[in-house]
């Protein structure tokens, strides 16, 4: 064999194992990036761990609800924080979510005037809704609002505000008293 030819296998050689290295790499963080996207602390991961209302509100534990919707970029941004919060605090408290998005939740959103999200809405074991904070909180606030709620004392960062992203209204409330049909407000 002449010098020509080895050289040319030797350098294909040094050439695929270039690019099958490369391959693996590409394949590790591709796997890895998505991983880290459905993620225990991920907003979608949150919402399949959480307790229907209906349960929570009959199962004699206090309970931290959370209207929320995907585009959220607070509730997104909050979403680690409250993983952890749930890990900590799961077997004391129920953790429900409800989408703003779903007009399944548009009575509950109505009776707690949902108007910007995340809103939370702090309920004794009794069922009895006892305070709401709205918008963005820092960990340690959630913390202090649920030993109180799990104490059955008073919240110490009851109605508090934070940054918000605005729920855009799917209907129209009108009073309408002229129609003696109507319950006073009708729903478009």
Request: charged letters at 20%; one cysteine or more.
């Amino acid at each position: 064999m002449s010098e020509q030819q080895i050289e040319p296998s030797a350098n294909n050689s040094v050439r695929n194992l270039v690019i099958a290295i490369a391959a693996v790499i590409l394949s590790v963080a591709l796997f890895l990036g998505l991983q880290t996207q459905h993620n225990s602390s991920s907003l979608e991961s949150q919402v399949t761990k959480s307790i229907a209302l209906d349960v929570a509100l009959n199962n004699n534990k206090p309970t931290l609800t959370e209207f929320y919707a995907d585009w959220c970029t607070s509730c997104q941004a909050m979403a680690g924080d409250l993983a952890q919060i749930k890990e900590r605090y799961g077997d004391r408290v129920n953790f429900v979510m409800l989408n703003v998005d779903n007009t399944k939740w548009l009575p509950e959103m109505l009776r707690y005037r949902v108007d910007g999200i995340p809103h939370f809405l702090f309920i004794n074991a009794k069922g009895e809704a006892i305070a709401q904070a709205i918008g963005e909180q820092p960990k340690g606030i959630i913390e202090a609002n649920l030993d109180a709620l799990i104490a059955n004392t008073i919240l110490p960062y009851a109605n508090k505000k934070g940054q918000i992203s605005q729920v855009e209204a799917k209907v129209t409330i009108t009073d309408n008293t002229t129609d003696p049909r109507s319950h006073s407000a009708i729903v478009k």
